[in-house]
């Protein structure tokens, strides 16, 4: 669980400070330093918005009880799994035009005469951020905290976040060996692997509550030559979803998230090169 919190903020608060920066660097080089305090404000209500979210999701574990409060957990494992997989495929398809479409904003927002424009747009990109995180974090970790694991989860988020700042630190100087589409391409597979294993969580949930039928139970026991419970086989089981003794419910949950992830990303690829010709073609025409 450690390793998935420090991770998880740490992909996290990377995307959002980019995001912080890209604009940050606009308002600065355009010359419109006024708009610096409305960017700052935005960033704070963005943070409480999202904070607001987490004092929700943390209400509602508390109002439940019993069978109750365990599918509502197993539900937010699997709601972490979508939005880690929509966040990876949303960033494959914008993640090129990211900047620009920031800067476009920016601008509209300084040519109306008001920097509200200014908070409220970067108020939405790190609401957006911030509650992906809180709904990761949270699903990952509501039965931890209920056990007194706080000081642990806590120090993970800490140094999560001191690794992003870090790493945009390291970025922004344009090493070679570690481009921003490198990282964003390692980070991806990363989170697509935690998704799934967050998926095969939530299965797992759902199958002890008695809402899924497991098959047959195991399908197999792999744990003679990997076992899921410490050294390579417990990493792989917290970052990739690997079970020594899966049930064939999970197994086949497993094999239908990866075809049709891998079918997404196909059909993208296929959007962006029809794009990409359309653009050559409308160019060689003018």
């Not at 959002?16 to 355009?30: T, Y």
């Not at 589409?181 to 949930?205: D, H, W």
């Not at 690997?242 to 086949?252: F, S």
């Amino acid at each position: 669980m450690f390793d998935q919190v420090l991770f998880i903020v740490w992909r996290e608060s990377v995307e959002a400070i980019l995001v912080i920066g890209i604009m940050h660097a606009w308002l600065v080089q355009s010359g419109t330093r006024a708009g610096l305090r409305y960017l700052w404000g935005g960033v704070v209500a963005g943070l409480v918005l999202a904070g607001l979210m987490g004092a929700a999701l943390m209400g509602a574990n508390t109002w439940l009880t019993g069978t109750a409060q365990e599918v509502f957990q197993a539900a937010l494992v699997l709601i972490a799994c979508l939005l880690i997989t929509q966040m990876v495929l949303w960033m494959r398809t914008k993640g090129r035009t990211l900047k620009a479409e920031l800067e476009s904003g920016l601008a509209e927002a300084v040519s109306s005469g008001s920097y509200w424009g200014v908070a409220v747009l970067v108020a939405i990109a790190v609401a957006r951020e911030g509650a992906e995180t809180v709904v990761f974090l949270y699903g990952m970790g509501a039965a931890s905290l209920q056990s007194g694991g706080i000081g642990s989860f806590s120090l993970a988020a800490f140094i999560g976040f001191a690794l992003a700042v870090a790493t945009f630190m390291a970025l922004q100087l344009g090493s070679r060996l570690f481009s921003w589409k490198l990282f964003f391409r390692v980070t991806e597979v990363l989170l697509l692997l935690l998704a799934a294993s967050l998926l095969m969580s939530g299965l797992e949930q759902l199958i002890g509550l008695g809402y899924l039928p497991a098959g047959l139970d195991p399908l197999w026991d792999s744990s003679w030559l990997l076992d899921d419970g410490s050294g390579l086989g417990g990493l792989l089981a917290t970052f990739a979803g690997y079970r020594a003794w899966p049930a064939t419910t999970m197994v086949l949950g497993y094999a239908l998230y990866w075809v049709i992830v891998i079918t997404l990303m196909k059909r993208q690829r296929k959007v962006e090169r029809k794009d990409q010709r359309q653009q050559l073609t409308a160019r060689a025409r003018s």
